[in-house]
């Protein structure tokens, strides 16, 4: 039976340095984690909005060359309208 480790980020638009970092830690857990299992799994990084996985999925990212190299896939799942704009509005509280 095959495994799949997934880590899930909602966040929309564009990422900041930090948040890319942050992205990145989550697939090194992930890696990590998987390391640990019997049967190696399906490693998935869920994004939430094409913007924030441009830098993670482009051809000319070091992060993107990484994420295949390593067999990280990363999904796009669209939120709905409702949603995104609720995230949207947490993300504006959020700003520093």
Request: a positive charge; proline letters at 5%.
């Amino acid at each position: 039976m095959m495994s799949i480790l997934v880590e899930a980020w909602a966040h929309q638009g564009p990422p900041k340095v930090a948040q890319k970092h942050k992205v990145l830690a989550d697939a090194l857990k992930l890696l990590h984690v998987a390391a640990g299992l019997p049967v190696a799994p399906r490693l998935v990084l869920c994004l939430c909005d094409s913007e924030a996985a441009y830098h993670f999925t482009a051809a000319r990212s070091w992060a993107a060359h990484a994420l295949r190299t390593f067999a990280i896939d990363i999904a796009v799942v669209e939120l709905p309208a409702e949603l995104k704009a609720a995230v949207r509005t947490a993300q504006q509280r959020q700003y520093r």
